[in-house]
């Protein structure tokens, strides 16, 4: 993506505070005289009026057999996809509406979030590097609502907390800024130490708002936590994460990792953001920074559901499950094959799931149900639960085999786990040095997928789909090329996919790019704020919530 000059940091009206930093290598300054022991010293909760909910805020389930009618005979693979729709925003919610910070008490129509960033200071963010992450940095505090905290840590060689997690009114947004403004940048790399503190902010907390993430941004290797690679063996990156994040069940302190230009740990940060339930961003030009942020910032400010679980069961006593193709979602098979769960945890308003399951059916001549699926969730607003009983899937079984052509939706969802697979299949063969390999593992997902009913049908996913495949061969010319980018732009597609949640990668920010990126419309109004470069929320915003992504293909 081209920057545009008008986009410099200097040039933003909203940082004016970070002009007095020179862009040289300086000692930081010290941040605090000393840290506390205990990090309970978070601002209490702001008081909240009632929200207004709208009537709607509830999950669609859909689900989509295979084929409506099937032949008597068994069958030992027969598709059915369930598909999850999160509530839509409501109008005013995320970014279009400012906030009237002098008022005791103020509505809300979101969940507040309580946000950790930990930023990389080493001495290879001098310069340029530092002063658009403070931009970028800006945006995220000016967007934030006084609901809202915001704690920052700071790393090289060691970490330190920069100020301590308080609400984002007038005066905390002018504190933060000064405090992020006062950055310099030199020493090593210490993301361990760095995601510990962040851990301790969290887990010491005396308040809690109902959603939590941390934002991690690195450009270098971690130089003290992770062994020199011995030929052979692979590092054990998840030690990074601190175990209080790795417990939750449904994963609710997710890191959302960026990696910051061409020299970052791609692997490193992949797997904390994996191991933790985040995703994983590849910037690859750093003038970026801040639309990767404000489309990571734009799902956070639109959580709608949290804790959800799904649940399938057999209904006919033929019927057995056999899997579930779920990503990086925990999912469960009983061992008696009647049953199976799956763990899907948080969802942005409009954010859709996919899950493709296996079934097995016996030999029959009538009509039979095979499925039952539920969920359960938390609004993460009110803290109400919701249990939501889906339609029961229903197939006719004819003496005869019919023309009906496989359902769309099935055939889309299967070229997306196909292409899934064949990332993380290619990355697995580049790893061991097999880039030749890794190119046809890539070049055979395109032929099938430009074979499949969803291709010949026109289908923008496919389309979608084989771009993004075709830019990974690419990226896999040569070794130089794999470890310059190709590495980092698989490990932030297949992050996408496994999690179904838009990352940054390429010119994945851009409206006109061709690769499909899960965004949600909230994440594509905050985008529009960041590319256009609006200081701050100034009153109703005058882009509407989109019903449509812009530019995106629609696969659904």
Known sequence: MNVNQARLPQQDAYMALLRPVPNRQREPPVLLASEPIDFNDDEPLQKMESAKIGSSRTVEVKTYPEFSAVPQSSQDDFAVLIHLKAPYANPEQVT????????????TSRAAVDLVTVLDVSGSMAGTKLALLKRAMGFVIQHLGPSDRLSVIAFSSTARRLFH???MSHSGRQQALQAVNSLGASGGTNIADALKKAAKVIEDRSYQNPVCSIILLSDGQDTYNIPSNITGTRADYRSLVPSSILNHTFRLVPV????????HDSDALHSIAEASGGTFSFIEDEAVIQDAFAQCIGGLLSVVVQNMQLTVECVH?????RSIKSGSYLSKVAANGRNGSID???LYADEERDFLLSVSLPQCREQITLLKVACAYKDSLTSEVFKIQGDEVKILRPKSPTSEPVCMEVDRERNRVCAADAIEAARAAAERGALSDAVTILDDCRRILSESYASRSGDRLCTALDA??????????????????GRAYLLSGLSSHSWQRATARGDSTDSATLVYSYQTPSMVQMLQRSQNHCPSPQGPSQVQQPRILLAKPQPR
């Open 96 to 107: 279009g509406r400012s906030v009237n910070v002098t008022s005791n008490r103020y509505p």
């Open 165 to 167: 997690l308080r609400g």
């Open 256 to 263: 959302h990792a960026f990696g910051f230009g061409v020299d």
């Open 317 to 321: 006593p033929g019927v057995f499950l």
């Open 344 to 346: 899907v945890g948080h």
């Open 468 to 485: 993004e495949l075709r830019e990974m061969q690419e990226r896999m010319a040569n070794r130089q090329r794999y470890e310059a980018s």
